[in-house]
């Protein structure tokens, strides 16, 4: 494989890990820390298969993914600020909600909590057309959010909203408001992730998320939440996974089981090197 397959791959790789970290830097920023993303990105994964498998289709499959997800999470944010909950344990709360959820209804659905395979529409041509337009739009969708961030009020507003309420208060603005919409941001580019991972193999693997909602989280404390800063620690992470992928089996003196856990490894590296990062939450939530 040459240097530009190589290149591309990693890309290829990076896109769910940098879609998912796109919509946690709302949340981030607001002061939450979104570790429910994980879970939204198999719920989203498995629901797109699920109505795709009922309409036939895959746009309907993908609008009805994300709407029940994003009404899923709207409704459990509203608990939340309603509550003053911890919106770490409630995010913990629905990883272990949906893992079960997903194995109820594929149980009753499909007869099985294993793999779920549709052929006759999640076909290799979807795989390849997959890894092409959601490469593109993950790296469009941070550009663009970058520019969000940096140069609107709306995206001053919420790079505010974790660490001075006051200020948004004085100007007229409920920080509550962004709250709830680093929410919504953060499930819809999480339920778009796991909606690319089933496209790319054409089928759902239970638990298909992989821990990829961690690393995103570990991506955006390792960038300074900061767009820049976060697109070159997926591309780091995702380098590691690409050669733990190429290398497996062929590098006698590392076990292949070391390879495969490299990018989680450098994940919580960042976690321990980072935290300062995670004290500004419970500071936040006190």
Not at 171 to 197: D, E, H, R, V
Request: aromatic share 12%.
């Amino acid at each position: 494989m040459n240097l530009s397959n190589s290149i591309l791959e990693i890309l290829i790789i990076s896109t769910p890990l940098l879609l998912i970290a796109t919509g946690t830097l709302f949340s981030e920023l607001c002061g939450i820390l979104a570790v429910f993303c994980d879970g939204i990105v198999n719920l989203g994964a498995f629901l797109f298969f699920l109505f795709t498998y009922l309409t036939q289709n895959i746009f309907l499959g993908i609008l009805l993914s994300l709407f029940f997800c994003c009404l899923f999470i709207f409704l459990i944010s509203l608990l939340t600020e309603k509550t003053k909950a911890n919106p770490f344990l409630i995010g913990l709360a629905i990883n272990l909600f949906t893992t079960g959820l997903i194995q109820i209804l594929s149980d009753n659905i499909f007869n099985t909590q294993g793999v779920l395979v549709f052929p006759e529409i999640l076909t290799p041509a979807s795989q390849i057309k997959t890894r092409i337009f959601g490469t593109i739009f993950a790296y469009i969708s941070a550009i663009l959010i970058f520019l969000l961030l940096k140069f609107t009020r709306v995206g001053i507003c919420f790079r505010i909203t974790g660490t001075s309420k006051k200020l948004l208060i004085e100007q007229g603005k409920n920080p509550t408001t962004y709250k709830f919409l680093s929410w919504q941001i953060a499930t819809f580019f999480s339920a778009i992730a796991g909606i690319i991972l089933v496209l790319r193999i054409s089928s759902f693997v239970p638990n298909i998320s992989s821990g990829r909602g961690w690393l995103a989280l570990a991506a955006v404390l390792a960038g300074q939440k900061k767009i820049l800063g976060i697109v070159i620690s997926i591309l780091v992470f995702s380098t590691f996974e690409f050669l733990a992928t190429i290398f497996q089996g062929s590098v006698g003196i590392i076990p292949p089981s070391i390879m495969i856990t490299l990018p989680y490894l450098i994940a919580i590296i960042a976690f321990i090197l980072l935290p300062s990062n995670l004290s500004a939450h419970e500071q936040n939530n006190l």
